[in-house]
């Protein structure tokens, strides 16, 4: 009787070729094969340090330093230390400043969110034609430069000549003839508010209206199958999956609207009360009308700080969607 077969060795005790094993680079290796993308990131990085970082480090020296007119001629500070921002940190000007800042940038940030959503829903819902021809208007109105768009806003209330005086007037609504919206900030701040969130709705409906084409239409019929309407599907389903998007879009808003200033320079002619004082315009004011360089530059490296705070919040939300990916 002819003997049996001998099994077949393991395949560990054969062995694998040494060409097919995953060998471990080098500390060289692994430096060359990272080298290719940060050396295409260098250039960018060079531009970033030459166009933020060196004017960075220029306003935080100048804001430790009196930098008077005299100091600008000299182009030489003299140093003190921290006396700028004991003064303007000490100062209840500048603190009512910082509040009515925070409360401008709330208030944009809310009406441009809120019309943006409800714009970006109503893209989600009308046809192919109508869709696009809304979508035309808000490019238009996307690519109007800031000062063209601040002229109109201008004319609109003009205290002779304005159109929405003239409309309100013949339509009985309020007598508005010869009526200055900005004698008093609060009808003024309502005109800027209303140019800032005309200007930023354009980019927060069109970004919301591409996040809320993709979620998916199964779960939303599916809320809608299970008595969820309206209101409750958008809470429930929608948000949820978009609300990435809503956080990217709101963080974007209040760094932009936190630093409003044209509009409030250019609307009010160079001349704005201190009533209007925004922190974007009490720096400026305070660098170049009364030549107080240091001290103007001292409340925009604390500008600069809170707004860094924001940023935090926008980087992070990115790197999250970015890991879900």
């Known amino acids: 009787m002819s003997a049996a077969p001998r099994a077949a060795a393991p395949a560990a005790e054969l062995g694998t070729p040494t060409s097919s094993r995953r060998r471990s680079r080098t500390p060289g290796e692994a430096i060359r094969a990272l080298a290719p993308p940060y050396l295409l990131l260098l250039p960018t990085l060079i531009v970033l340090i030459g166009v933020l970082a060196w004017p960075l480090w220029w306003l935080g020296r100048i804001s430790f330093e009196f930098y008077g007119l005299k100091e600008l001629i000299a182009h030489r500070g003299v140093w003190t230390g921290l006396d700028n921002y004991r003064h303007i940190l000490g100062d209840g000007e500048f603190w009512r400043i910082v509040l009515r800042t925070v409360v401008f940038t709330a208030v944009n940030v809310g009406l441009t969110m809120l019309f943006a959503t409800l714009i970006a829903l109503l893209l989600s819902r009308m046809g192919k034609y109508m869709r696009s021809a809304l979508l035309v208007g808000l490019v238009w109105v996307w690519a109007t430069p800031v000062t063209v768009a601040i002229a109109v806003w201008q004319w609109m209330v003009d205290f002779e000549f304005g159109v929405l005086n003239w409309t309100l007037t013949n339509l009985h609504i309020v007598d508005l003839v010869h009526y200055n919206w900005f004698a008093n900030p609060l009808t003024g701040f309502a005109v800027i508010t209303a140019c800032v969130v005309w200007g930023a709705i354009p980019f927060a409906a069109i970004t919301i209206y591409a996040g809320l084409s993709q979620v998916p239409q199964e779960l939303v019929e599916a809320a809608e199958v299970?008595?969820?309407?309206?209101?409750?599907?958008?809470?429930?389903?929608?948000?949820?999956?978009?609300?990435?998007?809503?956080?990217?879009?709101?963080?974007?808003?209040?760094?932009?609207?936190?630093?409003?200033?044209n509009q409030v320079w250019i609307m009010l002619e160079a001349r704005p009360s201190p009533d209007y004082y925004l922190l974007g315009v009490y720096s400026f004011v305070e660098s170049f009308r009364l030549s107080q360089y240091g001290l103007g530059a001292a409340i925009a490296v604390v500008m600069v700080l809170l707004m860094l705070g924001v940023s935090f919040v926008y980087v992070r939300q990115m790197i999250r969607i970015s890991e879900i990916d």
């Open 226 to 261: 299970d008595g969820a309407r309206g209101w409750d599907v958008f809470r429930r389903v929608t948000f949820p999956l978009v609300k990435p998007i809503f956080v990217i879009v709101a963080s974007l808003s209040i760094i932009w609207d936190f630093q409003v200033f």
